[in-house]
């Protein structure tokens, strides 16, 4: 090889190559995503062990347990015949010893029961889906992009190749501002697409629950492009008369990963007040941040984010777990902002020409790939079997004595972790490279293909539509856990376990399910990079 030669697979490169007359030919090569397989930071695998080491764990597994065996084994002589005597007589003897050791017991367990973390209830969540007039297909979108006059043919150029491989359909949803003609993109029309989509989500959500606005005691709103004064968390709270106590947050500039980053400080909030309602409501506004530049990497945006919203009803009241679809199970957060490369790769800025736009920079594709891994790393201590823990603890435990040999580490299949995979859908390529790395089947993948053609990306509420369209399938069970998945500018990378505590095979009450007229059409053939 010659001095100047990249080594493809290092460098995590794909070529491909296309033929357009017998004398040329179209050399494209792409950066994959890291192979999560072959490449693990030990450190992170001892972060999730840690996240799973909390005082409650410690206290039960360190204590309560050891001494709840041994006044067993007091009572008993370890003979099984002597518990069903204890049973029936409902009498024994007990000496100081065992006195003793059943109150410091019971204390032990009173201050774990303190000490453990209150179960998150998700009640319900609904998602909004826009009047049929904010409909528009592939065909209508590249038609008003050319009729804008904004762009030069190289551009449109552009535009039309990528939404032909975009993964998006026919019925995603534009706001009013950007398909009037012209386009009216100003404040006021951003300000009617917001209280569209978030008002609209909570309506249904409202409704569905039977949950009153002056109930709610936390309320989360994330939106990353769009940050008016009064914030659009104020915005709810004037429109819904909520009570002067509300505990109030408003996330900006998150990316698509926002949503997971609001149900984890709903999360936190609920355990820090007890017997409490929180809404977290995700969306992102379209109006503001249109693109009208010649800058390729500006001009991916207008082609996949479309318009969408959601809203999550949460609950740490323990009389809500029997109306509840989901307990929270875990949530994991990565952030990889520390590096200039992971910094930069999503950010906003002017063109050359003065017009603002959101870059997505070339290394996108590994810098999410690196903030993947480093999230599943971390979250497979928590969630994978038993016997998949103690084979990959095994293979920790062989690195760490056998510094200098060269094993490589246990990696666990996550599909037998979760039921249901909703990964956000940012758009094909990126969902091509997960299911590859992860090893997923199409089955796994619909929910999150489906999405992206149905309704676009939706930011960081695309998880729950995602959600909502596993539901609408009648895939849910009591038991299923759903793992969500997203990422975004900083940059970060969310993880969020469900566990299904009730079953759901059909849908009984289709209002804030977005999937509701639409549903019996899906699955639908979305070609893929490998048969594309």
């Known amino acids: 090889m010659g001095r100047d030669s990249i080594d493809m697979d290092k460098e995590r490169l794909t070529a491909e190559m296309n033929f357009k007359d017998s004398s040329s030919a179209v050399i494209k090569i792409r950066r994959r995503l890291p192979d999560f397989l072959q490449s693990v930071k030990l450190k992170y695998v001892k972060l999730g062990y840690g996240y799973s080491c909390n005082a409650a764990t410690i206290l039960m597994f360190a204590l309560i347990l050891p001494l709840f065996l041994h006044l067993l084994v007091q009572l008993t002589g370890l003979k099984l015949h002597h518990l069903s005597h204890l049973w029936s007589n409902r009498t024994v003897q007990l000496d100081t010893e065992t006195i003793t050791g059943s109150a410091v017991l019971l204390f032990l367990f009173g201050l774990y029961w303190a000490k453990r973390s209150t179960p998150v209830y998700m009640v319900d969540f609904a998602c909004y889906k826009p009047e049929k007039e904010r409909k528009i297909s592939v065909e209508s979108f590249l038609k008003m992009t050319e009729e804008s006059g904004c762009f030069n043919e190289e551009t449109l150029q552009f535009q039309r190749r990528i939404s032909a491989k975009a993964g998006l359909g026919d019925e995603t949803y534009l706001p009013r501002g950007i398909t009037a003609r012209p386009p009216n993109l100003c404040m006021e029309e951003a300000r009617l697409e917001a209280e569209a989509v978030m008002f609209g989500a909570l309506d249904a959500l409202f409704e569905k629950t039977g949950v009153q606005p002056r109930d709610i005691d936390i309320l989360v709103v994330n939106c990353s492009l769009f940050n008016p004064t009064p914030s659009l968390s104020a915005m709810i709270v004037n429109h819904y008369k909520l009570r002067t106590n509300i505990k109030s947050y408003n996330l900006g500039g998150m990316g698509c990963s926002a949503g997971l980053i609001s149900i984890d400080l709903a999360k936190d909030l609920l355990k820090a007040n007890p017997n409490s309602y929180a809404v977290v409501v995700s969306t992102e506004n379209i109006t503001l941040n249109w693109y009208f530049g010649s800058d390729r990497s500006m001009l991916l945006s207008n082609c996949i984010f479309r318009m969408g919203g959601a809203a999550i009803l949460l609950s740490n009241k323990s009389s809500d777990r029997v109306r509840s679809k989901y307990e929270l199970v875990h949530t994991v957060r990565t952030h990889k902002g ?58 920790l435990v062989r690195r760490k004595l056998l510094k200098r040999s060269r094993v490589k580490p246990y990696i666990p299949d996550f599909k037998l972790a979760f039921e249901h995979f909703c990964i956000h859908a940012g758009g094909r390529g990126v969902l091509d490279e997960l299911q590859k790395n992860l090893e997923l089947s199409e089955w796994h993948m619909e929910p999150s293909r489906m999405t992206l053609h149905r309704f676009g990306n939706t930011s960081s509420s695309s998880l729950w539509y995602e959600l909502a369209y596993t539901e609408a399938k009648g895939r849910v069970s009591k038991g299923d856990r759903v793992w969500q998945i997203a990422f975004g500018s900083g940059f970060k990378c969310n993880s969020a376990v469900w566990k299904a505590v009730c079953d759901m095979p059909v849908v009984g009450d289709w209002r804030g399910n977005p999937w509701d007229d639409s549903v019996d059409k899906y699955p639908v053939n979305v070609p893929t990079a490998s048969s594309s």
């Open 338 to 395: 520390a590096d200039d490369k992971n910094f930069n790769c999503v950010y906003q800025r002017e063109d050359e020409t003065g017009k603002i736009g959101v870059r997505l920079a070339r290394e996108l594709m590994a810098v999410a790939g690196d903030a993947l891994k480093t999230n599943i790393t971390t979250l497979g201590p928590l969630v994978l079997p038993f016997k998949e823990q103690l084979k990959f603890f095994v293979s």
